[in-house]
């Protein structure tokens, strides 16, 4: 995550660990080579492409024992002094694995709070909806509270409600929200076996598509609607 080489800070890189020296430190411990590095390491290119002669590689160790990273130091030279230059890099990566462990569990604590707030959000709206259907007369009323209910939820830009019809054959659209009429004229009535929708209900099961307009489950037509709509996910 941070790289200094020749006097300056570099761009970072990814580094696969199988067969370089970085690979032992992460499972050993410290891993020195005061000289002759590329010939323990034939395999390493990047050693190879720094001309390097020299390593010294030490663990970052959270606070629960765990390795969560490297320190290393790659000398065009031999490293004259190991035990000295080891004291040093531990002494540096205790104090930057300390630091990158109090950010882990603060960004832990960051993403268990935004995930308290959202269950908080989506139990708001549970008891908005449940309110309101309290005084619905029947599954049209019932469609459109709740489409009602989730259009005030995230804003989403198109809301549908469909109803089994009573031959178990099509679904009806019931309710919508954000819809054209070209578009609710294409979707009044679908398929229950091939549609999304029937899929879904069939399943007893969210589905969800990446990728709508690649996605052999949605109809054509309603490919099509989506994509004059620039919507991807459904």
Do not use: W
């Amino acid at each position: 995550i941070s790289y200094f080489a020749h006097g300056s800070h570099a761009a970072n890189f990814v580094y696969g660990l199988a067969g370089t020296p970085c690979e032992q430190v992460l499972r050993t411990d410290v891993c020195a080579y005061p000289s002759d590095v590329k010939a323990h390491f034939p395999a390493d290119g990047i050693l190879a492409r720094l001309a390097a002669e020299s390593y010294l590689g030490v663990p970052l160790i959270s606070a629960g024992g765990e390795s969560i990273g490297a320190l290393i130091a790659i000398h065009t030279a031999p490293i004259p002094d190991i035990p000295f230059a080891e004291t040093l890099l531990r002494i540096f990566a205790a104090r930057a694995a300390a630091e990158l462990d109090g950010r882990r569990r603060e960004i832990a604590l960051q993403e268990s709070r935004a995930e308290l707030l959202a269950r908080n959000e989506v139990l708001q709206m549970v008891n908005t909806l449940s309110s309101r259907l309290q005084s619905s007369s029947g599954p049209e009323s019932i469609a459109r509270e709740t489409v009602d209910v989730l259009v005030g939820f995230r804003d989403p830009p198109v809301v549908a409600f469909f109803l089994l019809e009573p031959d178990g054959v099509r679904l009806r659209l019931a309710a919508q929200a954000g819809m054209s009429e070209p578009a609710q004229r294409l979707v009044h009535s679908l398929p229950f076996d091939s549609s999304l929708a029937g899929l879904a209900l069939r399943g007893r099961r969210v589905l969800f598509s990446d990728d709508a307009l690649e996605d052999d489950r949605v109809l054509q037509p309603l490919r099509e609607l989506l994509q004059t709509l620039s919507l991807i996910h459904i």
